[in-house]
């Protein structure tokens, strides 16, 4: 496709269970991004892929987030035994060889109950 | 810690007027500033981004400047379109510094009135 593509585009589970978001991003973009929007709030960065390089892991909140890519493809965001502070809108981004900008899916809304 | 903020969650501004929103940063080690837009249910759409060599950068109706002495930038939005009613976000990296993650003010809620 054209644009970066998220799925699923909402997801609803029970506190506790683990989720898995995805993300597929523009053909060509080497670069990947995962950020999160809590309600009212700006978008706050969790991880960035660049190429084969080790991923910059700076933004996630606890050991219960990790991300994985498969070379310069899909990406997955894994949250084990999620809380309900982990409801949020999860928007994954792209772009060329790390530069800017970068090109945004229209993300996963997380609901934890 | 909020490097990046933007005071205003709501503005309204009657078409055709110039809507102006702005943004403060407190890092002095940003040197790149995007504005993003951002509909209901869609993820953000990049509008503009200006250098930190810079002072100005503009495109169609949108103007962004920068005024590093403050740590300040604005967009101005001339003339006001209703399809322009949406969040805007700022956002800065330090590109300089090899840090290519983005960071978000809270955004602005813009609404155009006709």
């Known amino acids: 496709g054209a644009g970066v593509s998220q799925s699923p585009s909402n997801k609803v589970t029970e506190k506790g269970k683990d989720v898995e978001l995805r993300c597929d991003p523009i053909s060509g973009h080497t670069a990947l991004y995962w950020y999160r929007q809590r309600l009212g709030q700006g978008l706050e960065f969790l991880i960035y892929f660049q190429g084969n390089s080790a991923p910059d892991k700076s933004g996630l909140p606890s050991d219960r987030f990790s991300a994985e890519r498969t070379g310069e493809s899909v990406s997955t965001l894994t949250i084990q035994r999620t809380q309900q502070e982990d409801s949020a809108v999860y928007l994954c981004?792209?772009?060329?060889?790390?530069?800017?900008?970068?090109?945004f899916g229209d993300g996963t809304r997380l609901s934890i109950l | 810690d909020q490097q990046v903020k933007q005071n205003s969650p709501s503005l309204s501004v009657q078409e055709g007027r110039i809507s102006i929103l702005n943004c403060d940063y407190t890092n002095s080690m940003f040197d790149y500033f995007l504005w993003y837009k951002k509909y209901p249910a869609e993820g953000p759409t990049f509008l503009i981004s200006?250098?930190?060599?810079?002072d100005k950068n503009e495109d169609g109706r949108f103007t962004v400047f920068l005024n590093k002495s403050a740590k300040h930038l604005s967009l101005h939005i001339v003339p006001s379109q209703p399809g322009d009613s949406a969040v805007y976000f700022c956002?800065?990296?330090?590109?300089?510094?090899?840090?290519?993650?983005?960071?978000f003010g809270q955004g602005t809620r813009l609404t155009i009135n006709p």
């Open positions: 956002a800065a990296s330090a590109r300089g510094q090899g840090a290519q993650k983005l960071v």
């Open positions: 200006i250098s930190s060599i810079k």
């Open positions: 981004a792209s772009s060329p060889r790390g530069g800017q900008p970068q090109h």
